[in-house]
């Protein structure tokens, strides 16, 4: 550190206190605030454009605190937006969004933790090819599926439905997933799984027994990951599912960038907070696990 | 490592190699349908039919590589590729780089570290469409920035990128920046709290300075990292879709038009299926680009050591 030119004449005992704001860190602290100021203005101006009036708005400032704090943008956002035809705000997506999540997270962790469980303790001839090929799915362009996806779900008649949406959140979250179970299930000790074998355990009962109560920590993480993944999906929601069924993304994105009617800004900034509220909340509350969720993430391959 | 033989086939004298272990391949079905059927087969499937004259069903009318030869006469493709190009490199450069600063900012033993990071993390929590419709709103000309800086009494100032077909990817960049930056901190700084402390103790004893250190010794080591982050990023960047919906639309005109967007209209707007998939196959030969590089250095490396 560059803080210890300064010497006095007595000494005191035990190491030095650290100067707070010598240049280097003035700079430093500086830097971090300026850039801590760019990436919290979307969010506060959020926050105070959805609780000015109108008549607010037009007068300019975006960045002004609210003169008078209205709670009507949030009301309408959530009961009265209108999309096309239907005027009933963003509460249809918000329930169709939990229709889809919770399934999607469930049935998604459930076949992953399977998954990974199999492959790092029940090896079969081919099934590392097979996990292969799941992790290259990952780097495949959606784009590249959508179609043959739309064909097979025709076929089994839920294209359209909550059921086929879900599906496919199950199927593209899944190479992700199970390589986060393998990976964990791949560490924890093998004379475990052996003593169970010995014991005449079989495949679920080791399963449920002993590996499921062991990998707590990591199915919280695989919630998060999945949770604000499949709330935050815009692309599977808008090509698989009908308006009806539309999940909230979707439908945030139809109610702000419509065409007709007055622009209420209000209305919408308060709309775009209440849709990213969810994975915010869970993100803020689940702190350290969601950095874990994201590390997990990254070292596919 | 190796099973022992399943109970049910122990029964018989000599156990079928099929069932030997069959709770397992029952279990991983799921997982083998996904990879077989969907990826390899929905991805095989979109190849093919990229060679056929489908419109509005698929159908195995044989035409050759002329979807290839109209998608690239067509000016939309055209703009979609150069708009990647651009938001793709810039991204791409200016990510790795804001992420490595950040990281290293917050590396130097600062108070308030998990503060910071939280906030420069949150907005990878967020989705693009909520990312998109936030930028809009302050890039708006009449009430956002350009508004504001106005009326503090610089009246000619012109801040309208979304609204110029030339500056307009570079609107869709900022926010793009805003969402994206933060997670690549997060793995820097993972990679930087995996760098011994006496790689500094060193440096400091041969009076290198910090920001020379960083350069010359700190990054090289710290090459993994980069690669891991520069495939996150290419992988982020191809499937560039609900930031450009939400914030742009495409427009002004086709001027944010990107190739994601190019397909997904072809393929359920314009009716033009054998379009999209010619795109969508392009789009999957630029991965395939990216990614055999990779492969290679990741796994080729990893033998020789």
Known sequence: MVDQTHTSAIEPSGPKPKKTFSRANIFLYGTLIMVSVYYLLPLYVMIVTSLKGMPEIRMGNVFGPPMEITVQPWVRAWSEACTGINCDGLSRGFANSVQILIPSVLLSILIASVNGYALSNWKFKGSEIFFTILIIGAFIPYQTMLYPIVIILREIGLMGSIGGLVLVHTVFGMPILTLLFRNYFASIPEELFKAARVDGAGFWQIYFQIMLPMALPIFVVAIILQVTGIWNDFLFGVIYTKPATYPMTVQLNNIVNSVQGVKEYNVNMAATLITGLVPLVIYFASGKLFVRGIAAGAVKG | ?305
Do not use: H
């Open chain 2, 1 to 305: 490592m190796t099973t022992a033989s399943d109970s049910s086939s122990s029964m018989t004298k000599r156990p079928n190699r099929l069932f030997k272990n069959w709770m397992a391949k029952l279990a991983s079905v799921p997982m083998i349908l996904t990879a077989l059927v969907v990826f390899v087969g929905g991805t095989a499937w979109t190849i093919v039919y990229s060679f056929t004259g489908s419109r509005m069903l698929p159908k195995t009318k044989w035409v050759g590589f002329d979807q290839y030869e109209r998608l690239w006469d067509t000016d939309r493709w055209i703009i979609s590729i150069k708009n990647l190009a651009i938001y793709g490199s810039c991204s791409m450069i200016l990510t790795l780089f804001l992420g490595f600063c950040l990281a290293a900012c917050l590396d130097r033993k600062i108070r308030y570290e998990s503060a910071f990071r939280t906030i420069f993390l949150y907005p990878f929590a967020l989705s693009f469409v909520v990312t998109g419709l936030v930028w809009q709103w302050i890039l708006n000309p009449d009430f956002g920035l350009q508004n504001v800086v106005r009326s503090w009494g610089w009246e000619s100032f012109t801040f309208n990128p979304l609204n110029d077909p030339n500056t307009v990817i570079y609107g869709i960049l900022i926010a793009g920046l805003w969402q994206g930056t933060g997670l690549i901190m997060c793995i820097m700084l993972a990679g930087l709290r995996g760098i011994d402390e006496d790689i500094w103790k060193a440096a400091k004893v041969d009076g290198i300075g910090t920001v020379k250190t960083y350069v010359m010794v700190i990054i090289p080591m710290m090459r993994p990292v980069f690669v891991t982050a520069l495939v996150l990023i290419a992988s982020g960047i191809i499937k560039l879709y609900d930031l450009v919906v939400a914030q742009t639309g495409g427009g002004p005109g086709l001027a944010s038009e990107v190739p994601a967007k190019y397909v997904i209209e072809y393929m359920f707007r314009a009716q033009n299926l054998g379009q999209g998939f010619a795109a969508s196959t392009m789009m999957l030969c630029s991965v395939v680009i990216i990614l055999i590089p990779w492969a290679y250095l990741e796994f080729g490396g990893k033998k020789r050591g």
